[in-house]
């Protein structure tokens, strides 16, 4: 599986950031999933942003654009994806406490992806137990699971998972076998693994430890989901089409961990500090003056020019996590998110990373 994850508010991005439906190319993609939707503390499924989403008092009507990729690519699926990192918690932890709420939000989501024509629904629940959650959201996550597939399945629609990837967060939420037992594949969230919340720079989505005894790196996280029960088939590896970029402290101290200060200036089009998007790296590659290292620990790339640095994914890196996919046995790969490659081929080709990632099928 190639799993795209496509983030909707991109269409509010300057310029050449600027990612409509229509820039996405679905025969590079198994499934598109579409981001955002919101949880209603009813089991209710919250459309975000009703301009851009549906086709109501003259609206985009992104979803059905979404969902008319289709016509171009026939065998790919699509998906809308409830929750995300600003969602949280609270709204899915009331909604998975109680049986009537959790069956409420099954039926609800199998009305949604009909009205809209999606295929399925992706659960990102960022994270049961953790950020305005409770411990019984370990059980109940399972539960609501259960009871969506359910419901899905009456209708033959999909329902996957993403998922956070580290042991460090993965154990404080998930029933990991029996959380696989009900989904058709699960998103592995293989990235932000470092930030500049560490003070130091890191790859944050490095596929193995720069040294002994660091799990937080790719393939300690795929170890662990393995070992606690899901089935390699079933185990997507996230891979981000984004960096995390930090200020250095000392721009002559330049390797990983090294002292930083804070985020890294912000982008063009992403506008986030400690955020760049692989089309803004790239742009700011070819404009020179930036060294490009290939680290044989993490094999993934970092790049600095001055008190910048950025760790990020390359064509190379990714092929790399493409041999890591077929020899473990894994069910694909997953981007988040397609709106950040060069959708538009300002540095080369269009779509490079995830064309690169699309070699799992070669």
């Not at 402290?249 to 961990?257: A, K």
């Not at 620990?297 to 001055?306: D, E, I, Q, V």
Request: with cysteine.
């Amino acid at each position: 599986k190639v799993v795209c994850y496509y983030g909707s508010w991109s269409v509010y991005r300057n310029s050449n950031g600027k990612c409509d439906i229509s820039s996405i190319d679905p025969s590079l993609c198994t499934h598109l999933v579409y981001s955002f939707v919101g949880m209603n503390a009813d089991g209710n499924i919250r459309i975000l942003d009703s301009w851009n989403d549906v086709a109501d008092n003259w609206g985009q009507d992104g979803f059905g654009k979404f969902n008319n990729l289709r016509k171009k690519s026939p065998s790919t699926k699509t998906m809308i994806a409830i929750g995300g990192w600003s969602e949280g918690s609270t709204s899915f932890s009331a909604v998975a406490s109680s049986s009537i709420s959790r069956k409420a939000f099954a039926k609800n989501a199998v009305t949604f992806t009909e009205k809209y024509g999606f295929d399925g629904l992706d659960v990102d629940w960022e994270y049961p137990n953790q950020r305005g959650g409770r411990s019984t959201d370990i059980e109940n996550f399972v539960n609501m699971l259960k009871d969506l597939k359910t419901e899905l399945k009456k209708k033959n629609k999909l329902l996957s998972v993403a998922v956070g990837a580290t042991e460090s967060l993965a154990s404080l939420s998930y029933k990991i076998a029996q959380v696989a037992e009900q989904v058709d594949f699960i998103n592995l969230m293989t990235y932000d693994l470092h930030g500049t919340w560490d003070g130091v720079t890191g790859h944050h989505a490095g596929l193995y430890a720069p040294k002994t005894g660091d799990k937080l790196n790719v393939h300690a996280a795929v170890n662990y989901w393995l070992k606690n029960g899901c089935p390699p088939e079933k185990l997507i590896l996230g891979v981000p089409f984004y960096g995390r970029a930090f200020t250095l402290s000392n721009s002559n101290n330049n390797g990983l961990e090294a002292p930083t200060s804070g985020p890294a200036s912000s982008g063009p089009y992403t506008q986030e500090g400690g955020y760049l998007g692989y089309n803004e790296i790239c742009e700011k590659l070819q404009q020179g003056g930036w060294t490009v290292v290939h680290n044989d620990k993490t094999k993934s790339p970092y790049a600095y020019k001055g008190n910048q640095w950025v760790g990020y994914e390359d064509e190379k890196s990714i092929q790399v996590k493409v041999q890591y996919v077929k020899d473990k046995g894994l069910g694909g790969l997953m981007t988040w998110s397609i709106d950040t490659d060069d959708f538009r081929g300002t540095c080369g080709k269009k779509f490079p990373l995830l064309q690169a990632m699309n070699k799992v099928n070669q």
